[in-house]
C-alpha cells in the first residue's frame, strides 16, 4: 500500500536561512508526489509535484523539492526562508490504481509544522 | 475563476444526527474527492467521485454516502453521528483523466456534541 512519512513534526528556523521539510515514500511502481501547505484553519494549497523527468522541481513561492528514487524521499527546500512562510506543509503520494487509472487519491503525511523566526 | 467552494463553513450537531457538507469544484473539473482531516493529522481519503459514480473508497463506514450532481458538484453525506466525527472534511477536485494536482477548497469544520 501506499504511505508517506513525515518523520519530523517540527522545523524551525532562522528568517534568511534554508530550510528544509522532509518526506519519505513507499509505493508501487513510480510514484507521483505532491507537497501541500495549510494556514491556519484553511484548506490546503498546492506547492509542487512530481510526476516525471528532472529531479528538481520547481514550485511556488520559492519552494522546490528533489525527488530522489534510491531514498524514496521527496524533501521540499527553500533557499532563504521568510517568516511567512510559517505554516503546516503536507507531502502526498498519489495512487495510480483504482477502477480509473488516473483516477487516484493521495495518500497523506503528517503533516510538519515549520516556524519561520524573525 | 473561482476556486472549490464549500458549505457550511462551520457546523455543530449532536450525537446520532445527520448532517450534509456541500462542494462546487474549480471550473473545468469534473472530479470530486472528499476528505477528512482530524486535528493533527493529515487529510485522510473518504472517496471520489467521477461520472456521477463513487471510484474509489477509503476507509470509512457506510455512515458516509455521498452524491455528484450533473453540474459535477457533490455532497457528502454523514449519517449517525459519531463525537469522532469531528473534523475538517475537505473538498478537492482536479480533470479526470490526466495527473494534475488536486485543487481544495476551504473546509467544513463539523463538531459533533
Known amino acids: 500500500a501506499q504511505s508517506v512519512a513525515q518523520p519530523e513534526d517540527q522545523v524551525n528556523v532562522a528568517e534568511g536561512n534554508p530550510l528544509t521539510v522532509k518526506c519519505t515514500y513507499s509505493?508501487?511502481?513510480?510514484?507521483?508526489l505532491f507537497w501541500y501547505v495549510q494556514y491556519p484553519n484553511r484548506g490546503l494549497q498546492f506547492l509542487l509535484k512530481?510526476?516525471?523527468?528532472?529531479?528538481l522541481v520547481k514550485g511556488s513561492y520559492g519552494f522546490e523539492a528533489e525527488f530522489n528514487k534510491s531514498q524514496t524521499s521527496f524533501h521540499l527546500k527553500k533557499p532563504s526562508a521568510l517568516v511567512s512562510d510559517s505554516a503546516l506543509y503536507f507531502c502526498?503520494?498519489?495512487?495510480?490504481?483504482?477502477?480509473?487509472?488516473?483516477?487516484?487519491?493521495?495518500?497523506f503525511g503528517r503533516g510538519t509544522q515549520l516556524t519561520v523566526w524573525p | 475563476d473561482a476556486g472549490v467552494t464549500q458549505s457550511p463553513t462551520h457546523l455543530i450537531k449532536t450525537r446520532g444526527q445527520q448532517v450534509t457538507l456541500r462542494c462546487s469544484p474549480k471550473?473545468?473539473?469534473?472530479?470530486v474527492s472528499w476528505y477528512q482531516q482530524a486535528l493533527g493529522q493529515g487529510p485522510q481519503f473518504i472517496f471520489q467521485?467521477?461520472?456521477?459514480?463513487?471510484?474509489q473508497r477509503g476507509n470509512f463506514p457506510d455512515r458516509f454516502s455521498g452524491h455528484q450532481f450533473p453540474n459535477y458538484s457533490s455532497e457528502l453525506n454523514v449519517n449517525a453521528l459519531l463525537l469522532g466525527d469531528s473534523a475538517l472534511y475537505l473538498c478537492?477536485?482536479?480533470?479526470?483523466?490526466?495527473?494534475?494536482?488536486?485543487?481544495f477548497g476551504p473546509g467544513t469544520r463539523l463538531t459533533v456534541l
Open positions: 512530481y510526476i516525471t523527468g528532472d529531479n
Open positions: 471550473s473545468g473539473h469534473d472530479t
Open positions: 478537492a477536485s482536479n480533470r479526470g483523466g490526466s495527473v494534475n494536482e488536486q485543487f
Open positions: 467521485y467521477y461520472e456521477e459514480e463513487e471510484r
Open positions: 509505493v508501487s511502481g513510480n510514484p507521483y
Open positions: 502526498a503520494v498519489r495512487d495510480r490504481l483504482g477502477r480509473g487509472s488516473t483516477l487516484g487519491r493521495l495518500y
